[in-house]
């Protein structure tokens, strides 16, 4: 008796086929937005992410509210830095650009 899935049969593993979902339906924006937002206390402090009123990208765009003028002062000459550390956190270069209000 063959076996319900014989070599000739098209198989895809998970991660595929999650991946091609992610893609077709255009979800990969939203999946970034929620892994910057678990990823912003472990990658900033819990000092910096206790100031921090939201965390939002929009396309390549990451825009970050802050409740603190001294340190949106502080950031504001560190985003290059964050940007890389967040990017690389996410394994590609989803953020291209930091605005700090």
């Known amino acids: 008796m063959r076996s319900k899935f014989s070599e000739n049969q098209n198989q895809t593993t998970i991660k595929e086929a999650l991946k091609a979902m992610v893609e077709y339906y255009r979800l990969k924006g939203g999946l970034n937005q929620t892994k910057i937002e678990h990823l912003w206390e472990r ?3 819990p000092s910096i992410a206790r100031h921090t009123a939201q965390v939002k990208l929009v396309k390549d765009k990451l825009f970050i509210d802050l409740n603190s003028a001294s340190l949106k002062q502080e950031l504001s ?3 290059d830095k964050i940007r890389k550390i967040l990017n690389d956190e996410l394994g590609s ?3 291209k ?3 700090i209000k």
Do not use: L, N, P
């Open 43 to 45: 990658a900033m402090g």
């Open 77 to 79: 000459y560190g985003k």
């Open 93 to 95: 270069e989803v953020i």
């Open 97 to 99: 650009k930091i605005f």
